[in-house]
């Protein structure tokens, strides 16, 4: 009989294997180079044969998987296919014993399938769930408003760094997991919006005339003035710096920007 993993090498992408995973532990946070990182490991057994296990920046219950059958499947994206791949490890254990196995890494774009249903990461143990349990939906809006951003705080934060979309992804996970750990939250009432200079064009006037506003919709004129007062007034903060942004992609500074009229804001 054919083994799943026959003919796969060292390195490379499984595109979907099942086996029953026999150990699984509580994550640990590691840092590493490009910032802080969670693996969770164990081992699992497919066709008779037995294989490290290890999660990279997406956790599971490990009570509700350990002895269970599962499906560990890659995903498509732009960078082609990924998540789940071979991997070697050798090391020595506490007691001296010398371990050297081969290993399943799945990282943040991987999948689990149990019974041909995907499973969800789960929240760490005994640990605050983002939501509000007395309103469900109102929970459900706080998670998904939380979610939207710590995602775009991760890409502005690490914008032009050179990361691909996998890395960016998996630091979105471990904040996201980080901040249900923690028990923070963005309540869909009081949303909390992270402006992005880069993205100056869809930022909305916060007061004046122009209230409400994209800075796209407002016209270069009014662009000079907020241009002016916000070089006066310092680019210290968020909608200030897609202002300063602005001024610098449309060069408003090198226009008499001196020249332009006083006004309130």
Not at 22 to 35: A, M, Q, V
Not at 172 to 195: C, D, H, M, T
Request: aromatic fraction near 8%; hydrophobic fraction near 30%.
């Amino acid at each position: 009989m054919t083994k799943q993993l026959e003919d796969i090498e060292q390195k490379d992408i499984i595109k979907r294997v099942t086996g029953r995973i026999t150990k699984l532990w509580e994550p640990k946070t590691f840092n590493g180079p490009k910032g802080e990182f969670t693996i969770q490991g164990g081992e699992i057994e497919i066709d008779g044969d037995h294989y490290g296990l290890k999660f990279f920046n997406q956790t599971h219950d490990s009570d509700r998987l350990k002895g269970r059958t599962v499906t560990l499947v890659s995903t498509r994206g732009k960078h082609g296919l990924n998540g789940v791949t071979l991997d070697h490890e050798s090391f020595s254990k506490k007691d001296g014993e010398k371990v050297d196995r081969d290993v399943i890494k799945v990282t943040a774009t991987g999948k689990i399938e149990i019974d041909g249903e995907q499973q969800q990461q789960s929240a760490p143990k005994s640990q605050p769930v983002i939501g509000n349990d007395s309103d469900p939906g109102a929970a459900l809006e706080d998670i998904v408003k939380t979610h939207l951003y710590v995602d775009s705080l991760v890409r502005v934060a690490y914008k032009g760094k050179g990361y691909d979309e996998e890395t960016l992804r998996s630091y979105v996970s471990s904040i996201f997991i980080e901040a249900n750990r923690k028990g923070i939250a963005i309540k869909a009432q009081a949303p909390v919006v992270y402006l992005d200079p880069a993205d100056w064009a869809s930022a909305i006037v916060p007061s004046g005339s122009n209230k409400g506003k994209k800075l796209a919709e407002i016209g270069k004129p009014a662009l000079k003035k907020l241009y002016a007062f916000y070089l006066e007034k310092g680019f210290d903060s968020d909608f200030g710096k897609c202002v300063e942004q602005a001024g610098a992609d449309l060069k408003l500074d090198d226009e008499g920007g001196d020249d332009l009229p006083d006004i309130e804001w």
